[in-house]
């Protein structure tokens, strides 16, 4: 008697999630065929918004991760290594220096924000507990604190203030401000 009772509950279960999922798929190729109609009666728009979805996959399949913000660190720094000290640029060995120095402190931290990733420097460490870095009333509001700790904004495969810095990694800009007027 229980066996039938428990065969009859999944011979209905059964039947009942078959529906559900024919349902599904009927409204699903209803949307595709609307969907399809709405892009042959206005094309313009189709394809801003199409260009618009394939501009975010593409911005969120190249989003830059925190490890892959250390191997571009590292990648950056065997570049500067390659370059006699005496011509590297300050600009370039100041963001280097910044961004290690941070790390050391475990100051620097990295924000994933799917499109898009942020590399934000803390006032204290995460593991300090001195007054000033728990009570809240010390504290800018969060946002401006964010905003003006930002160090690194990461999109599209790249660090773009690092690249921006590594324009003329080799060219030590020093120097050359030292150059007579007329031979710069």
């Not at 009666?41 to 189709?46: G, N």
């Not at 996959?57 to 000290?85: F, G, H, I, K, S």
């Not at 994933?112 to 728990?134: E, G, M, P, T």
Request: glycine residues 4%.
């Amino acid at each position: 008697m229980a066996a039938a009772s428990v065969r009859g509950f999944f011979q209905r279960t059964g039947i009942s999630i078959k529906e559900y999922f024919q349902r599904m798929g009927r409204d699903y190729a209803t949307v595709a065929k609307e969907t399809a109609a709405g892009c042959k009666e206005r094309p313009i728009k189709a394809a801003v918004v199409f260009s618009g979805l394939g501009f975010l996959t593409y911005a969120y399949r190249t989003n830059p991760t925190e490890l892959e913000m250390l191997d571009y660190l590292c990648e950056r720094r065997q570049q500067l290594v390659l370059v006699p000290t005496s011509e590297h640029n300050p600009t370039t060995t100041k963001e280097l220096v910044s961004r290690d120095f941070f790390l050391s402190q475990n100051r620097l931290h990295h924000y994933n924000l799917w499109f898009f990733s942020l590399l934000v420097a803390s006032d204290h460490n995460d593991k300090l507990r001195i007054y000033s870095s728990q009570d809240s009333n010390l504290k800018e509001w969060p946002w401006t604190e964010l905003w003006n700790n930002i160090v690194d904004v990461g999109a599209l495969g790249k660090w773009w203030k690092m690249d921006t810095a590594f324009v003329d990694y080799d060219i030590n800009t020093d120097e050359i401000n030292l150059l007579p007027d007329g031979e710069k």
